[in-house]
């Protein structure tokens, strides 16, 4: 009837991520009960420690037992009630003398050692506040935090750091928690993990010589080797052998490896050249200028003055050629994400140009030809505002983490669910960890391709603003091509027809179809996104991200909540005062939340909130 976990030493193998080692460790421990058929009476000490009895343990002590005798595989009390996370327990045998940083057990390893193997938080943070050593080595020679890394524990690695354990901190042979993991962790997590307090890269051990990403490649952890290469690792080291990271990768003979070192070889040697750093530092005017020629090339191709759209065809993929030779030479991968916004902004410069050339001098008045300047003034202020300003980043410096860490993890807060482990910051309600801009925004809607950035609590009204601007110009845009068509092209669709009519206005100026095409594509997209937002914000007080998550929920449950019935739903006045946080001459009260540090929803009743 003995569980395992009671009466073995710790186990060897590794742990899981966060998430799970959280729940299953401490969350569930009230689950962890004393079997109820048993008399505890006839428990000799090290079983009542195992299962946490603490009466039991405190009636043999009172009769003599000393807190510091080891048993026969050299374990003590201390180490037993550490590895069953008996809390109590821990604190009765220091009182009655039991050493804190006792070795024991086969790898000679201290009752902290075990916490951690285990995973046991709670625990970690009791021992380290009775004394323990956690530079301390062990028999195989890893300090505490090498085992939180060798088992994947997040948030004991997390909570050792911010304690003032050094991430650069050597085992017996020289080696840091990052050789480490790039060497036996394969999951992505802890190198990644560990890659956010700012461990030296360079370091290398005592015995090879080689760096975390010689041993990354030794251990062909194509994982690691990818986060290393990205922040920068050096190629140039030669480990004791003398050889360098593209030599190991050789050795593997694993053509990934190969590929990805290589690769990374060339990238950074091309940095070298003048050049191409001038090239690589202006990237982005880069791909708008050849978003402008390639539309207008385009336009120009399909305008020419021939009749054969074979020729024109043949052109155009000639054309296509050309470009992707030249994204692939001058345009970095990760720029490439910009590309829709270089898209809108060159097409939108053709658009204007277009108005001003084909269209305006069909409006007789200047009224009519007003809503045009307003709209064109409007959408690029608003683009510039909505790109320019801070979305909402939480920020937090290196001290505020660590503070923050210790904080949560001593409170018993520290989850995954309200903690992001890639900021390391505690996630504000209605944030979001944006995986593209890495960073956990206040607020968050989403993050639109086409303007390149996140929009949260900080931009999301110049956004709307520029939504409305660009649907205006739409509209104008599709108005003036109809009223250009009527004007020079002498068809119309009541006479001829619809394919003759279609056939006259492609030949009247292939140039305006082509852009009326793109003015369609925009004006659908924007008016889609710009209706749905308005949704949101006015009846809804949600984000595009919460209406989509509560959508989602709604559709697995089986009691699917309005998503008009939430905390922040204030009718549709209210939502609109405080989305623009307007006060309109006293009318409205906008509710002021600095969401970037808002937690909780004490702000409001929580009556109405019911969405489980
Ligand atoms: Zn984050
Ligand atoms: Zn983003």
């Known amino acids: 009837m003995e569980c395992k976990s009671h009466s073995h030493g710790p186990l060897r193998h590794h742990g899981h991520s966060w998430p799970d080692t959280y729940e299953d460790k401490d969350l569930l421990k009230e689950q962890d009960v004393v079997p109820l058929v048993e008399d505890y009476s006839t428990f000799d000490i090290v079983k009542a420690t195992q299962y946490g009895l603490l009466e039991r343990c405190q009636e043999l002590v009172e009769a003599g037992y000393d807190v510091r005798q080891p048993d ?118 802890p190198t990644k993990f560990l890659l956010k307090f700012n461990p030296s890269i360079k370091a290398v051990d005592n015995i090879e010589k080689n760096t975390a990403l010689h041993w990354a490649i030794t251990a062909e952890n194509v994982n690691a080797i990818d ?89 155009l993929l000639f054309l296509s050629a050309i470009l992707s030779v030249f994204a692939r030479l001058f345009i970095g991968y990760n720029k490439l994400k910009y590309f829709p916004v270089a898209f809108m902004l060159g097409s939108l410069f053709w658009i204007s140009w277009t108005c001003f050339i084909y269209f305006l001098p069909d409006f007789p008045t200047t009224i009519s030809q007003l809503p045009f300047f ?22 937090s410096t290196e001290e505020e983490i660590k503070k923050n860490i210790i904080n949560l993890a001593e409170t018993g807060s520290l989850d995954f669910r309200t903690f992001c482990t890639s900021c390391l910051v505690k996630k504000p309600l209605r944030s979001f960890h944006c995986h593209s801009c890495n960073s956990c925004v206040a607020r968050y809607d989403q993050h639109c391709i086409w303007v390149g950035q996140c929009i949260g609590v900080g931009n999301h009204s110049y956004f709307l ?34 394919w003759t009519s279609f056939t006259q206005i492609v030949s009247c100026s292939p140039w305006v ?38 959508w989602k ?18 009718g549709c006045l209210q939502n609109i005062a405080d989305f623009f946080q307007c006060r309109c001459f006293g009318m409205f009260k906008p509710n002021i939340i600095d969401w970037t540090k808002q937690y909780t929803l004490r702000f409001h009743s929580l009556k109405e909130w019911n969405t489980v």
């Open 374 to 395: 307003f709209g064109i003034v409007g959408l690029f202020y608003y683009f510039y505002k909505t790109v320019r300003v801070d979305p909402g980043y939480i920020k």
């Open 553 to 570: 929920q709604n559709k697995r449950s089986k009691h699917p909540v309005s998503l008009r019935k939430t905390p922040y739903n204030h």
């Open 227 to 315: 986060v290393l290469l990205e922040v920068g690792s050096s190629l140039d080291i030669k480990n004791a052998k003398g050889y360098r990271p593209l030599d190991l990768a050789h050795q593997t003979k694993n053509r990934l490896i190969i590929h990805l070192l290589s690769e990374e070889e060339r990238t950074r040697a091309r940095r070298t050249s003048r050049f191409l750093r001038v090239v690589e530092k202006n990237e982005f005017l880069l791909l708008i200028v050849s978003s402008l020629v390639l539309i207008w090339t385009i336009g120009y191709v399909v305008d020419l003055n021939s009749d054969s759209w074979l020729l024109k065809g043949s052109l």
């Open 465 to 498: 603003l520029f939504l409305i601007f660009l649907t205006i110009v739409n509209i104008w845009a599709i108005y003036g091509t109809i009223l250009y068509w009527s004007e020079h092209c002498t068809t119309t669709y009541q006479q001829d027809g619809a």
């Open 72 to 189: 026969k595989e050299n374990v003590t009390l201390l180490h037993w009630a550490a590895i069953n996370n008996r809390l109590d327990l821990v604190k009765f045998f220091i009182s009655k003398g039991a050493v804190v940083d006792q070795l024991g057990g086969d790898l000679n390893s201290t009752p902290l050692h075990w916490a951690i193997r285990q995973g046991h938080l709670s625990m970690v943070i009791l021992l380290l506040k009775l004394g323990a050593d956690s530079t301390l080595i062990d028999g195989e020679g890893y300090s505490s935090l090498h085992l939180a890394v060798l088992f994947q524990h997040m948030p004991i690695i997390a909570y050792l750091i911010a304690k003032g354990q050094s991430v650069d901190t050597t085992d017996r042979n020289g080696q840091t928690p990052l050789m480490l993991s790039s060497h036996k962790v394969i999951g992505l997590e």
């Open 513 to 550: 179809l082509y852009i009326f095409t793109i003015v369609c594509f925009h004006t659908s997209w924007a008016t889609l996104l710009l209706v749905l937002q308005l949704y949101q914000i006015i009846f809804l007080g949600l984000t595009s991200h919460e209406r989509i998550t509560l």
